[in-house]
Structures are given as structure tokens and as C-alpha cells.
């Protein structure tokens, strides 16, 4: 039964992933793309979890790889925020 739960998230990530690759294909914000990303990462994860022959979310590996994705978001975030130079948009009127 524990592995079906985790197939159901993982196929739940990866439609997340979609989602947010249908955004970046209509924006072509890296926003999305980032986010695409990153739960495309935490489904591979997930995935290895339940193919596994000891499923244990207690493995530094887990962690390490939850930590790259939530970094990827983190990332997007932050890069989203920081103010582009040399933008036009950005320099205001003329």
C-alpha cells in the first residue's frame, strides 16, 4: 500500500511539473521553469523511493535531493526579485 501512495505522488509532482511547463511555454518566465524543475526532481525521488527494496525517507540522500529542489525554488524566487540592469522596462521614463 506505501507504494502506491508514493507512485500517487510522484505522478502528482510530475503533472505539477506539466503545469508549470505549460506557463513557461506561454510566458517564457524562468520562473516556471524552475519550478518545472524542481518537482520534476522531487518525483525522481520519489519514484526511487518506492522502487527501492528499503523505502526510508530517513536517507541523507532524500534530504540531499530535496535540498537541490527546494534550492531550485529558492533560486527562481530570489532571481525573480532582483532587479534586471539594463532592462529599458527598468530605467523608468525618458
Same mark, same amino acid.
Given at each position: 500500500?506505501?507504494?502506491? @501512495? ?7 509532482m510530475?503533472?505539477?511539473? /506539466? !503545469?508549470?511547463?505549460? !506557463?513557461w &511555454? &506561454?510566458t517564457?518566465?524562468? @520562473? ?5 524543475a ?10 526511487? @523511493?518506492?522502487?527501492s527494496?528499503s ?18 525554488? /529558492?533560486?527562481?524566487i ?10 529599458? &522596462? ?5
Amino acid at each position: 500500500m506505501n507504494e502506491v @501512495l508514493i507512485g500517487a505522488i510522484a505522478m502528482g509532482m510530475v503533472a505539477a511539473g /506539466l !503545469f508549470f511547463l505549460r !506557463f513557461w &511555454r &506561454r510566458t517564457h518566465d524562468r @520562473l516556471f521553469l524552475y519550478f518545472a524543475a524542481s518537482f520534476w526532481l522531487e518525483a525522481m525521488n520519489r519514484l526511487y @523511493l518506492g522502487l527501492s527494496d528499503s523505502p526510508s525517507e530517513g536517507e541523507p540522500l532524500h534530504y540531499a535531493v530535496r535540498l537541490v529542489a527546494y534550492g531550485l525554488i /529558492l533560486v527562481a524566487i530570489a532571481e525573480k526579485n532582483t532587479p534586471r540592469t539594463g532592462s529599458t &522596462r527598468d530605467r523608468g521614463p525618458a
